[in-house]
């Protein structure tokens, strides 16, 4: 059974900081490793999609690493802004999608 | 371009009473269609997916059903809510198979059971 854990459950930073946020997974027989971005009471948002046979994905200031053997991604944050403000969701495709708990991140101005 | 709609926003609820949500997506045909549930300190919990109309795929046994009278509509039901049904529930389609089918979630639906 796949689970999904994402390290830290909470993160404080002032704003302008480089942050990396941490997921990792017990089953690496993936399909693809997605990163969400939820506000208060919203639905979500899709940030990054990484395929299985691919090693990273950027947007922006958002730079998504995966490492399938090992069971990681890491979503990496550049300059923090105060909008950024939001609960981070990872989520792995197998046999279909299972989400970690998320990571709340608060950036303060 | 694609959006998804789901109502109604918030709903309270007694325990026993019957329930339905509803999810309509649009700007897409023969979408895959989704329901999630989130619950305080959980993470997302695939309740029900479907393929195509009348075809319903449960994940977790409960007391909620789906269905899926319309290409486009997909529909959360119970005849009788319990406490633990509270959460906050999402819908979300995707489109094309595996392994690029992203999925995109609605604006979610706050239930409480009293």
């Known amino acids: 059974k796949q689970e999904v854990t994402q390290i830290p459950a909470a993160l404080s930073v002032p704003e302008g900081e480089n942050l990396v946020l941490n997921c990792s997974f017990t089953d690496s027989a993936i399909y693809n490793l997605q990163w969400f971005r939820q506000d208060p009471g919203k639905g979500l948002t899709s940030l990054l999609l990484?395929?299985?046979?691919?090693r990273e994905q950027t947007s922006g200031r958002l730079n998504a690493s995966l490492d399938k053997s090992s069971g990681r991604s890491t979503l990496y944050i550049a300059a923090s802004q105060p909008g950024d403000s939001a609960t981070y969701l990872c989520?792995?495709?197998?046999?279909?999608?299972?989400f970690g708990k998320g990571t709340k991140l608060t950036v303060n101005p | 371009s694609q959006t998804i709609h789901q109502w109604p926003a918030t709903l309270v609820q007694p325990v026993g009473s019957p329930l339905s949500l509803e999810c309509t997506v649009e700007?897409?045909?023969?979408?895959?269609l989704y329901w999630y549930r989130q619950a305080a300190g959980r993470g997302l919990q695939l309740l029900f997916y479907?393929?195509?109309?009348?075809?319903i795929s449960s994940e977790v046994p409960q007391n909620l059903s789906a269905s899926r009278p319309q290409d486009r509509q997909f529909i959360l039901s119970s005849k009788k809510l319990l406490l633990s049904d509270s959460g906050f529930y999402l819908c979300a389609w995707s489109f094309g198979g595996l392994p690029t089918d992203t999925q995109y979630f609605g604006p979610g639906t706050r239930l409480t059971v009293l």
């Open positions: 479907s393929v195509g109309i009348g075809q």
């Open positions: 990484i395929q299985s046979s691919q």
């Open positions: 989520a792995v495709r197998s046999e279909k999608l299972v």
């Open positions: 700007g897409t045909s023969n979408p895959n």
